[in-house]
């Protein structure tokens, strides 16, 4: 089956510096890739996604991007902000494939002012 | 964007008891219900696959019988956690799909917090 890895475990940067996280995957037939967030106490929520026939992809502050070749995605977050504060997981799923997300072990990030 | 509830958000209950827990999707039609199971400081661990009208996909080394999941509509699932024990204490979270067999995205629900003393 799929195994996710995510680094790093925590993270802790200045408000207004960059972070980012980083997945691999081990399934070469796994075609979708969110990151969710999720704060203390409540369920991840979505935040970007990529799909494999797309390297890269922004949102603002977030982007996400995906080497097929080499099995990894990475989120990163500019500008950050003390409300970015959270924990982030990266997941990886097969269309079709019972849309299963195999989840990482996820990120805690920490913005100091 | 599409939401879905779950209730309770929290429950405490007594050794050797069932607990239900409801999952439902507000705003759309949940093709699929997903329920994790999420201990602190930990990712979320699939524990099933819920397809309305058919039988549960368990993950393995879920007990079936312990944690039973009805998809009975298109817009509510529920688990049951039976004869419960301090070690099924843990954070539930449920997620929902719709639409077609390629739309991947998956809308979490809340959490439910189970106690179990």
């Known amino acids: 089956g799929e195994n996710v890895e995510q680094h790093p475990s925590t993270l802790s940067v200045q408000e207004g510096d960059s972070a980012v996280i980083k997945c691999t995957y081990s399934d070469s037939a796994s075609n979708y890739f969110p990151w969710y967030k999720q704060e203390l106490g409540k369920g991840p929520q979505l935040i970007i996604d990529i799909r494999s026939n797309v390297g890269e992809k922004k949102d603002q502050r977030i982007a996400v991007t995906l080497n097929k070749t080499a099995k990894h995605f990475s989120l990163h977050i500019t500008e950050t902000q003390p409300e970015d504060s959270a924990v982030y997981f990266c997941?990886?799923?097969?269309?079709?494939?019972?849309?299963?997300?195999?989840f990482g072990t996820g990120t805690q990030l920490k913005v100091e002012l | 964007g599409a939401v879905v509830s779950q209730h309770p958000s929290r429950v405490i209950c007594k050794s050797g008891t069932s607990v239900k827990i409801e999952c439902r999707s507000l705003?759309?039609?949940?093709?699929?219900m997903f329920w994790y199971r999420q201990f602190p400081k930990q990712s979320l661990m699939l524990m099933a696959t819920?397809?309305?009208?058919?039988?549960?996909?368990?993950e393995q080394g879920v007990e079936k019988d312990k944690f039973l999941i009805n998809h009975a509509s298109l817009t509510l699932s529920t688990l049951t956690v039976t004869s419960a024990h301090p070690e099924d204490s843990s954070f539930y979270i449920c997620s929902a799909r719709g639409g077609s067999w390629t739309d991947n995205e998956q809308f979490f629900g809340p959490g439910t917090r189970l106690t179990v003393l």
């Open positions: 819920s397809n309305e009208g058919s039988k549960a996909t368990y």
């Open positions: 997941a990886a799923s097969i269309t079709g494939g019972g849309n299963k997300l195999t």
């Open positions: 705003d759309f039609q949940a093709t699929t």
